[in-house]
């Protein structure tokens, strides 16, 4: 069964400061990750899948299957920045996500 | 993006009975919509996978008899959580996707409290 780990359930730091937020993973199949964010109040939204390997709101992840890990890193943070994040893993059958605990992210000023 | 929608955002009810929480995908069909739950300052768990025209799947562990899903259209399903009791209180979210493989989108989640 696929499952999905966030070690940390805050992570807290300075505004500029960089940002990682980890996520490993176990699937026996070939994953397809995702980090879905929800701010204050809000829904929860997607920020960033693997395979389109781009950067949102100077976001990135980068999957490395040799470490099972889908870590997100932003370099500079911003107080925007501080919402809930969850990593999730999608199973080869359908569209079911399996989400991690989830990290909370506080930028201070 | 598109927009699900949940209704009631929250909702309070008595023990033994049952409540309905609607999720409709506004502006495109949804052939597949999930249903998760969320506990106080925990990650969401899938509860089943309600397929528009057939029997949802359930996750083990999960009563299906006590959370009824229907799906009688490709832009609504709904879930009752029958015989209500105070431990069913939760966040429930359901989500959707235009078509396989593609992005899923949330709705705003409903909170259940059972008093």
């Known amino acids: 069964a696929q499952r999905v780990t966030q070690p940390e359930k805050l992570l807290s730091v300075f505004k500029g400061a960089p940002v990682e937020l980890k996520c490993n993973y176990s699937y026996s199949g070939s994953p397809e990750l995702f980090w879905y964010v929800q701010y204050s109040r809000q829904r929860l939204q997607l920020l960033l899948r693997h395979i389109s390997r781009e950067s949102i709101k100077g976001f990135t992840a980068d999957l490395n299957k040799g470490e099972t890990s889908f870590h997100l890193k932003k370099p500079f943070a911003q107080e925007e920045d501080s919402a809930m994040y969850y990593c999730?893993?999608?199973?080869?059958?359908?569209?079911?996500?399996?989400f991690g605990g989830g990290t909370r992210l506080m930028v201070k000023p | 993006g598109a927009v699900v929608s949940q209704h009631p955002s929250w909702v309070i009810c008595k023990s033994g009975t049952s409540v309905k929480i609607e999720c409709r995908s506004l502006?495109?069909?949804?052939?597949?919509m999930f249903w998760y739950r969320q506990f106080p300052k925990q990650s969401l768990m899938l509860m089943a996978t309600?397929?528009?025209?057939?029997?949802?799947?359930?996750e083990q562990g999960v009563e299906k008899d006590k959370f009824l899903i229907n799906h009688a259209s490709l832009t609504l399903s709904t879930l009752t959580v029958t015989s209500a009791h105070p431990e069913d209180s939760s966040f429930y979210i359901c989500?959707?996707?235009?078509?396989?493989?593609?992005?899923?989108?949330f709705g705003q989640g409903t909170r259940l409290t059972v008093v």
């Open positions: 989500s959707a996707s235009l078509k396989r493989d593609t992005e899923a989108f």
């Open positions: 309600s397929n528009e025209g057939s029997k949802a799947t359930y």
């Open positions: 502006d495109f069909q949804a052939t597949t």
């Open positions: 999730a893993l999608r199973s080869g059958a359908g569209n079911m996500l399996t």
